[in-house]
């Protein structure tokens, strides 16, 4: 039998176990002239919803699983998956399951989880593309448990979409109030610019100062009062004529026929 052979028949990869078994080695026990062992390891294959299992030498199993795969009995993501899940047994680490393990799904009770990993039932998506056979096997209850792995799956996938979805607007969302907020504070600086641009220009005058008498004003007043005072009101002086002038000055009147150029020559000598 080989690998196709199991696989055909299911919608699931089979899971596919490893194991060490200790083997008889004729030719080391030959060359050493007593019993010697090796160790061999072994794929174990388990269809989904059996309890069947085929047990192949891992050097069988592998060129198995390669012509298989290029005979298209197999899609390749279950080959990679299967060697990696041999390096990785190697190693001492567990292949992880394709799905959601059916131990940690919470919607069933644990007498239910039980049964469907005796079966060979071991994720989610095993239980919801289960197939007759494994309807068969499940029994009492099994197209309720199917049919609730179907629309626990289905709701999973429309609120995982969803979520990312929410996740990226509120992302986006928050990039933008922050690009808002920024640009609010720009503007009020703006509108502070503009706002002095518009107030006038006032020109510089010099300070009114408040009426009333300061030193100053009564220095000056004291100052110009004394000046004043020294000065003598002028003289008032009676206007004579020449003739009265001449007449005073030599004690007789001047000649009728004098000129006042003359008169005036006399009273100045």
Known sequence: MSVGDVTEREERPP?????TVEKNDPEASLKMGRAMSKDVDYALINPPYSKDQVRMRIDRWKDNVEQDTRNKR???????????????????????LEGTPIKDWSSITPSQIKNLLNI???TVEDLANVNDE????IGMGANDLKRKAENWLKAANDHGPL?????????????????VEDLIEKNKALMSQLEALKQPVQAYTQPIQEQGISVNDILDANQEKDYH?????????????????????????????????????????
Do not use: C
């Open 134 to 137: 494994g309807l068969r096997r």
């Open 15 to 19: 899971y596919v176990k490893f194991e």
């Open 74 to 96: 197999i899609p390749p993501q279950w080959k990679d998956a299967w060697f990696k899940g041999y390096e990785l047994w190697k190693t001492g680490q567990e292949a992880p």
């Open 120 to 122: 060979r039932i071991l």
């Open 229 to 269: 005072q020294d000065i003598a009101p002028p003289t008032v002086v009676e206007t004579k004529s020449l003739t009265e002038q001449f007449q005073d000055k030599f004690g007789r009147k001047p000649h009728s026929k004098m000129s006042e150029e003359k008169l005036r020559q006399k009273l100045a000598e």
């Open 163 to 179: 979520t990312i979805r929410v996740t990226q607007l509120e992302t986006e969302n928050s990039r933008l109030l922050v690009t």
